[in-house]
């Protein structure tokens, strides 16, 4: 396997990826609020979040539920049916950040 380094619109790191077939779209997150997608994994595009200013760690794709679910490091969990528009949940006060998900049992 070859892989081939593509250009991200982001200088900054990104952390978590996945594919949603519902969708036909990669999602990568990351820091600064970062939600890029793509739907061939080559040309990427800069989503807006909401939580700019702050490290995305994880995303995962629920297939059964049609939803992305993203993890942040202040505590709080970004939710979204379409990657374009993403919902800030309450802060988690059990947690000072979360730094992954495997994937979504929702």
């Known amino acids: ?9 982001v200088s900054h790191d990104l952390y978590g990826a996945c594919w949603s077939k519902h969708n036909s779209l990669f999602v990568i997150s990351g820091d600064n609020g970062s939600i890029l997608t793509s739907p061939e994994g080559v040309t990427w ?10 490290p995305l760690n994880g995303i995962v794709w629920s297939e059964e ?18 990657p374009d528009s993403f919902h800030k949940t309450s802060p988690i006060k059990a947690f000072r950040g979360i730094f992954g998900l495997k994937r979504a049992i929702i």
């Open 65 to 82: 539920k049609k939803l992305f679910v993203v993890a942040g490091g202040t505590s709080r969990l970004l939710t979204s049916t379409v």
């Open 45 to 54: 595009t800069q989503q807006t979040t909401g939580a700019e200013g702050y």
């Open 1 to 9: 396997t070859t892989w081939t380094p593509q250009v991200s619109p």
